[in-house]
């Protein structure tokens, strides 16, 4: 069965360091999402994208983060200057192959810790 | 934007018994899912259900968008029920799911 994949599984950063999460969509979907999950906290919505550019964004989205998709396969979300409130879990997601339209599949997440 | 309420926040069972979880939602929505958070902290999906009633295996939902409200039925319980079970809504055009706060169930063996 198709699946959202995501690298890395874990990273510890200092605080301070750029992080790359990569997310590989499921293949014939459309919509890409980043969520995170700050520990024992709900999920939240970060940023979606369609056909390249961002569709929507939350207020949690500023200048610190920017998402990418690079190539046909990869959607990338980089968080710049990182600092201690950005360890969470990063679930990468995606929607929009024939059938189920609006149903979104998460990937497995990245834990990030920011020291 | 839109709210979800989920209930109870907490649930122990023992094994074997039934359980209903219940997810509000503050205004009309045109996609909504049901997942299982894992200890391992993956989402399952369990349901896509924007209307009407599902059933796999001993896990069941339905949801009533008239009123506002999805539930989410397990039976027979075991102790591999056991994580936090998430509601989460989408409405309109955007394609974005808002995540209730969850009910975190413990199944005893």
């Known amino acids: 069965e198709p699946e959202v994949t995501q690298t890395p599984s874990h990273q510890v950063t200092q605080m301070g360091q750029e992080v790359i999460l990569r997310c590989v969509p499921i293949?014939?979907?459309?919509?890409f999402y980043w969520y995170r999950q700050i520990l024992g906290q709900k999920v939240e919505f970060l940023v979606s994208f369609y056909n390249n550019e961002i569709s929507e964004k939350s207020e949690i989205f500023d200048d610190q983060f920017s998402v990418e998709r690079p190539d046909g396969s990869n959607f990338t979300l980089k968080i710049r200057s990182t600092k201690l409130e950005d360890s969470a879990m990063y679930f990468c997601?995606?929607?929009?192959?024939?059938?189920?339209?609006?149903?979104?599949?998460f990937g497995e997440g990245s834990r990030l810790t920011v020291l | 934007g839109i709210q979800v309420e989920q209930s109870p926040p907490d649930l122990i069972l023992q094994e074997g018994a039934n359980s209903t979880l219940r997810c509000n939602f503050s205004?009309?929505?045109?996609?909504l899912q049901w997942f299982h958070q894992n200890p391992w902290g993956q989402l399952i999906n369990l349901f896509y259900?924007?209307?009407g009633t599902k059933q796999n295996g001993r896990l069941s939902a339905t949801t009533v968008a008239t009123e506002r409200y999805s539930l989410l039925y397990i039976s027979s319980s075991q102790t591999t029920d056991s994580g936090v079970y998430f509601c989460?809504?989408?409405?309109?055009?955007?394609?974005?799911?808002?995540f209730g706060s969850g009910t975190q169930l413990t199944v005893l063996p």
């Open positions: 997601a995606s929607s929009g192959g024939t059938g189920k339209g609006g149903e979104l599949f």
């Open positions: 989460a809504v989408g409405r309109g055009s955007a394609r974005q799911l808002t």
């Open positions: 205004d009309s929505v045109n996609n």
């Open positions: 259900i924007p209307s």
């Open positions: 293949s014939n979907h459309l919509y």
